[in-house]
């Protein structure tokens, strides 16, 4: 089965099509039906793009990605086919417009193979949120795949498609590619369009790609990113070329914050691994130095805070009324909201809207919300204080490895916390990746996560191909 792009080309090259590629990724998908990974399979449309493909291939007017099968995290536009962020809110909802970054990954000839299972609204950490069911990580059954792009990370890892997107707001691209032994990829916030992207936290939410090796998620992202006349929000320049290949001769200068490698919270594997990349990067000549980050604890409490107030308003969309779900039993007009609302979205999203809609109301508006604006421009800073010195910031991507499915179910906060060591880059802004670098005495892989100055993601990309060939 076929884990890069790589090898993809290469059986092109020897006599393979588009549609055999595509045949042999539909047939694994249906043989680990039981990951529960894919909510819905294009089979139909996949195997046209992939004849279509086939042709353009034959005249030579192929696009940069022929012949690469890419899955879509369920909270996507694509015009002509369902999306429903994995809730019962958006039942029988299908897309009238195409997302701007499907879209130009379409234009360059992916082929689109299906729409991946996720937390509800992208709100989790475990894929346990789902309407549909659970996630299995296909490392172990009986494990989370991590969350909130959950399906995502593991259709990579069990190879039933070349490469997926994902939705990053605190982690969940680099949280889940820890616990799946993949490569996620976020991008500077504005470098790839929203457009077409369910929101959740509009000032945190990015596009991102998983795949199994630093050279596509480079590749994506390049074809992905450019300016967008949809989303206001984008870096308004031509697309950024992404060359993922190091220069060895040159030395970079990498800062680890000392508090999240002496996290209390921390695996002693996780800790060991990522002092011993350490080592192993000062050894090459690299500098590498602890530096000093004093707002660990409170860079949770502030991304809840803010990420559930932006929630409470982007959500309030979904009543019952315009679109999607509508409860059979409401008579009038305020009980379809309440009734529709109640019955549609799930438990943890409910909390999320109360929390926000709370963090909001008058009288607890400036305690929480502005509080926690004021927070994020001061962690902002100093990401950027340490970044204007360093070249990279590096922490274990995850505390520990996955965890057992139901263990941390009926726990918020400890849930909450599996995202400790990510929502600096959502808050700050900045690209990050996780490497799968770690692998755990019981089995299962953890990342090792790299940061970078905004809009850095060339740089940020080759070093992390060097890292994974250097220190694997």
């Known amino acids: 089965m076929y884990a890069t792009f790589a090898e993809i080309k290469a059986a092109l090259s020897e006599g393979k099509t588009a549609v055999d590629i595509t045949k042999s990724y539909l047939a694994n998908i249906q043989k680990n039906k039981h990951l529960n990974a894919f909510l819905e399979v294009f089979e139909e449309s996949a195997l046209a793009q992939a004849k279509s493909v086939d042709e353009k291939i034959k005249s030579g007017t192929a696009g940069k990605l022929a012949g690469m099968v890419i899955g879509l995290k369920d909270n996507m536009a694509y015009k002509g086919h369902k999306v429903s962020a994995s809730s019962k809110i958006l039942e029988g909802f299908e897309s ?46 009986e494990m989370v795949p991590g969350g909130s792009s959950g399906g995502s990370a593991a259709a990579v890892a069990a190879k039933l498609c070349t490469a997926t997107l994902g939705s990053d707001t605190g982690g969940s691209i680099r949280q889940p590619a820890s616990f799946t032994g ?87 594997e996780v800790k060991a691994r990522t002092l011993e990349v350490i080592e192993k990067l000062k050894s090459e000549g690299h500098t590498v130095e602890a530096v000093e980050f004093p707002f660990l604890g409170q860079m949770v409490p502030t991304y809840y805070v803010l990420t559930t107030a932006e929630a409470s308003s982007n959500l309030s969309r979904y009543d019952g009324v315009h679109y999607g779900y509508q409860s059979k039993e409401a008579e009038g007009v305020e009980a379809t909201y309440k009734k529709s609302r109640s019955e549609g979205f799930g438990e943890e999203v409910q909390r999320r809207i109360m929390l926000g809609t709370f963090v909001l109301s008058h009288g607890y508006y400036d305690a929480y919300y502005t509080k926690g604006q004021k927070v994020r421009r001061v962690i902002q800073n100093k990401t950027k204080a340490i970044l204007d010195e360093y070249d990279f910031i590096l922490t274990p991507t995850t505390p520990t490895t996955a965890f057992e499915i139901g263990k941390n179910a009926d726990d918020p906060i400890t849930m909450y916390l599996q995202d400790i060591f990510t929502v600096q880059a959502n808050l700050s802004g900045n690209p990050a990746i996780s490497l799968p ?22 740089d940020l990309l080759a070093f992390s191909d060097y890292m994974m060939n250097s220190c694997n």
């Open 182 to 268: 993949t490569v996620g990829f976020k991008p500077t916030y504005g470098r790839v369009s929203r457009y077409g992207l369910l929101a959740y936290a509009s000032s945190f939410d990015q596009i991102g790609p998983f795949t199994n090796n630093v050279a596509d998620a480079a590749l994506i992202t390049e074809v992905m990113s450019g300016a967008d006349e949809y989303d206001s929000t984008m870096l308004q320049e031509p697309a950024a070329i992404l060359d993922a290949k190091y220069d060895s001769s040159k030395k970079m200068k990498i800062a680890y914050i000392k508090d999240c490698i002496e996290s209390e919270g921390n695996d002693p």
């Open 96 to 141: 009238i417009y195409t997302a701007t970054s499907v879209e130009r990954l379409i234009n360059e000839d992916a082929i689109i193979i299906g729409r991946t299972n996720c937390d509800e609204f992208a709100m989790g950490s475990s894929n346990e949120n789902s309407a549909f069911g659970n996630v299995l990580n296909p490392h172990n059954n």
């Open 437 to 458: 670098l770690g692998q755990h005495s019981n089995g299962m892989p953890f990342g090792i996560q790299l940061m970078a100055k905004h809009f850095a993601e060339s």
